[in-house]
């Protein structure tokens, strides 16, 4: 165990949680001509896939369920719990209308990790690896939540800034990758190696960006996704992802310190913005109030002196661990943080990776919209109208502004949507839709409006000869004791001359319903009027 830490020693981390949440976008399944709503149906068509659909406590009885699933249950407000949990039945059958569902992998054991070149490799258990898909969205999360116990401040800071990068931003003159893990292993529960970080492998994502236009996925984050594929990434699979949010994922903390008073401002704004060992600390007057939760950053309370960190893309409680409530994993604060604290955080960015996928599927249906061909601008209101439909869906079924009554639940939620500002995206992307939607309806009628117009000329024209010849019930030809040969050659006769003329009459109609107009217009003179029926054949250039 390590020793408690004295005045004169640095801070120790004795227990720390790392949650990365990285949010992508699901591409539409190639051959499918309707929207897939149900990917991880997917996912268990996958002969090899490592993923299992979770039965968690809600779906595989009694046994299973605690206290601690009860209170992050009522926690939030019954919509939220109906999209977290669905809409409960009988014995066995709860949850079965939840719009979220949990697929995990069990193979992964263990994270060794080396922050930079030298440094002593460390060791982290991984907790769970999950995939996170979301009823008619096409968007699925990768959750790796890892721990480990007794690190010092400063090498805890660095996990956090270094570790959850999906690619290396850069590489140094030494060709060291920039900002991520010197390296990172994956290990199973004997210790072997499944995967590694190719990350100081430059030439391949150079080569990578150069071919596809798009980033390369470091090895080890890709063996995770698995059977999951980049879509530049040129292999096949059915499930295929792209990159929606920056490359560095979404993260929680939770960190367990003897002494919380002990750590400066410094070393809060380094957590609460997750910037590292070391980092420059900025000129952050306004720290306090934009980013700290300190309710209970008293030294009284089951708790004392815990404070929450918030930015937007990272949630970070910071609390004393000789406080029992603090470290407890079935009523405290762990509890929370893994519970009810963890859902808000999912659902704050769920909303945002939502908004950015419509906003990107928006984009991609103008960029292949092509005017001057039927079909591609068939496939585009296609589009269009599948997307507006799929936001309507999101709009009433995920999109709302509280989550919680309880303080604590709602003020982290309101902080969380505040510095993601989903609420402005939300009105970017409906004026987007709507105005997509409002070019379509308008088309729409012009289309409707230009057959009314035809149909109105071909009607008008065919009135007279229609009036003419039933006038009375007269028939110019006396045909009809002929022989049926005559009648018949007669009937044809008329049948294509009539079908001719009508052919002619909708080619004609738009001059001619140019003409109805100067007709109509009592202001225009009697050759004007002429001059307008002689356009229909000669118009003016």
């Given at each position: 165990m390590?020793?408690?830490?004295t005045?004169t020693?640095?801070?120790?981390v004795r227990?720390?949680?790392?949650v990365?949440?990285w949010p992508l976008?699901?591409?539409p399944?190639?051959?499918?001509s309707a929207?897939?709503s149900?990917?991880?149906e997917?996912?268990t068509?996958v002969?090899?896939s490592?993923w299992?659909?979770?039965?968690?406590?809600?779906?595989?009885?009694?046994?299973?369920?605690h206290?601690r699933?009860y209170?992050?249950f009522?926690?939030?407000?019954p919509?939220v719990?109906r999209f977290l949990y669905?809409e409960?039945?009988?014995t066995?059958?709860a949850g079965?209308g939840?719009a979220?569902?949990?697929?995990?992998?069990?193979d992964?054991?263990?994270?060794?990790?080396?922050?930079r070149p030298g440094?002593v490799?460390?060791?982290?258990?991984?907790?769970?690896?999950?995939l996170?898909?979301?009823?008619d969205?096409d968007?699925?999360f990768l959750?790796?939540?890892?721990?480990?116990?007794g690190?010092?401040?400063?090498v805890?800071?660095?996990v956090?800034y270094?570790?959850?990068r999906?690619?290396?931003?850069?590489?140094?003159?030494d060709?060291?990758a920039l900002?991520?893990?010197?390296s990172a292993?994956?290990?199973d529960a004997s210790?072997?190696?499944l995967?590694?970080s190719?990350?100081q492998q430059?030439e391949?994502?150079l080569a990578?960006v150069?071919?596809?236009?798009?980033?390369r996925?470091?090895?080890h984050?890709a063996?995770?996704?698995?059977?999951?594929?980049?879509?530049?990434?040129g292999h096949?699979?059915t499930l295929?992802?792209?990159q929606?949010?920056?490359y560095r994922?979404?993260?929680m903390?939770?960190?367990a310190i003897d002494?919380p008073?002990?750590l400066?401002?410094?070393d809060?704004?380094?957590l609460?913005?997750?910037?590292?060992?070391g980092?420059?600390?900025?000129?952050?007057?306004?720290?306090?109030?934009?980013?700290c939760?300190?309710?209970?950053?008293?030294?009284?309370?089951?708790?004392?002196?815990?404070?929450?960190?918030?930015?937007?893309?990272?949630l970070?409680v910071v609390?004393d661990?000789?406080a029992?409530?603090?470290t407890?994993g079935?009523?405290?604060?762990?509890?929370?943080?893994?519970?009810?604290?963890f859902?808000?955080f999912?659902?704050?960015?769920f909303?945002?990776a939502?908004l950015?996928?419509?906003?990107?599927?928006?984009?991609e249906a103008?960029?292949?919209?092509?005017?001057?061909n039927t079909?591609?601008?068939?496939?585009?209101k296609?589009?269009?109208?599948?997307?507006?439909?799929?936001?309507?869906?999101f709009?009433?079924?995920?999109?709302?502004?509280e989550v919680?009554?309880?303080?604590?639940t709602?003020?982290l939620?309101?902080m969380?949507?505040?510095?993601?500002?989903?609420d402005?995206?939300?009105?970017?992307?409906?004026?987007?839709?709507?105005?997509m939607?409002?070019?379509?309806d308008a088309?729409?009628?012009r289309?409707?409006a230009?057959?009314v117009?035809?149909l109105?000329?071909v009607?008008?024209?065919?009135l007279?000869g229609?009036i003419?010849?039933?006038?009375?019930g007269?028939?110019?030809?006396?045909?009809?004791d002929?022989?049926?040969?005559?009648?018949?050659?007669?009937?044809g006769?008329?049948f294509?001359?009539?079908t001719?003329l009508?052919?002619?009459?909708i080619?004609k109609?738009k001059?001619?319903?140019d003409?109805?107009?100067?007709l109509?217009?009592e202001?225009?003179?009697?050759?004007q009027?002429?001059?307008?029926?002689?356009g229909v054949w000669?118009p003016r250039g």
């Amino acid at each position: 165990m390590t020793p408690p830490d004295t005045p004169t020693t640095p801070p120790t981390v004795r227990h720390m949680r790392q949650v990365l949440l990285w949010p992508l976008r699901l591409m539409p399944v190639a051959g499918e001509s309707a929207q897939v709503s149900r990917h991880w149906e997917l996912l268990t068509q996958v002969a090899d896939s490592p993923w299992r659909e979770v039965v968690d406590e809600y779906t595989g009885g009694k046994e299973g369920f605690h206290e601690r699933h009860y209170n992050e249950f009522v926690t939030f407000l019954p919509y939220v719990q109906r999209f977290l949990y669905g809409e409960g039945g009988t014995t066995g059958e709860a949850g079965h209308g939840a719009a979220m569902r949990v697929f995990r992998r069990r193979d992964v054991a263990q994270a060794r990790v080396v922050t930079r070149p030298g440094e002593v490799p460390l060791l982290l258990d991984v907790v769970h690896v999950d995939l996170i898909f979301f009823l008619d969205v096409d968007v699925v999360f990768l959750n790796v939540e890892l721990a480990i116990d007794g690190l010092p401040l400063s090498v805890a800071q660095e996990v956090l800034y270094r570790f959850g990068r999906g690619y290396p931003s850069g590489w140094d003159a030494d060709g060291q990758a920039l900002h991520c893990m010197a390296s990172a292993e994956w290990l199973d529960a004997s210790g072997q190696v499944l995967a590694s970080s190719d990350a100081q492998q430059r030439e391949r994502f150079l080569a990578h960006v150069c071919e596809h236009r798009a980033p390369r996925i470091a090895a080890h984050w890709a063996y995770l996704l698995h059977p999951l594929v980049d879509d530049r990434s040129g292999h096949a699979s059915t499930l295929r992802f792209r990159q929606i949010e920056y490359y560095r994922m979404p993260l929680m903390a939770y960190l367990a310190i003897d002494d919380p008073r002990r750590l400066s401002r410094s070393d809060f704004i380094r957590l609460g913005l997750v910037g590292g060992a070391g980092g420059a600390e900025g000129d952050i007057a306004d720290f306090e109030q934009r980013h700290c939760y300190d309710r209970f950053w008293t030294d009284n309370g089951a708790a004392p002196h815990t404070r929450y960190l918030c930015s937007g893309h990272s949630l970070v409680v910071v609390g004393d661990t000789n406080a029992h409530f603090y470290t407890c994993g079935d009523r405290g604060v762990l509890a929370q943080f893994r519970h009810q604290h963890f859902l808000l955080f999912v659902i704050a960015h769920f909303q945002k990776a939502a908004l950015l996928m419509f906003a990107d599927r928006l984009a991609e249906a103008l960029r292949r919209l092509d005017v001057g061909n039927t079909g591609s601008v068939r496939r585009f209101k296609r589009s269009i109208r599948t997307c507006f439909e799929s936001f309507l869906r999101f709009t009433h079924r995920y999109w709302f502004h509280e989550v919680a009554e309880q303080a604590q639940t709602r003020a982290l939620f309101r902080m969380c949507a505040q510095h993601l500002q989903t609420d402005a995206l939300y009105a970017e992307v409906r004026e987007r839709v709507g105005e997509m939607n409002s070019y379509l309806d308008a088309d729409s009628l012009r289309r409707q409006a230009n057959t009314v117009v035809r149909l109105t000329v071909v009607t008008i024209l065919g009135l007279v000869g229609t009036i003419t010849t039933g006038f009375l019930g007269m028939n110019l030809l006396a045909e009809a004791d002929a022989p049926l040969p005559r009648r018949l050659a007669v009937f044809g006769v008329v049948f294509v001359a009539t079908t001719a003329l009508t052919v002619y009459t909708i080619a004609k109609s738009k001059r001619l319903s140019d003409f109805l107009d100067a007709l109509s217009d009592e202001q225009l003179s009697a050759w004007q009027k002429l001059r307008a029926l002689v356009g229909v054949w000669w118009p003016r250039g």
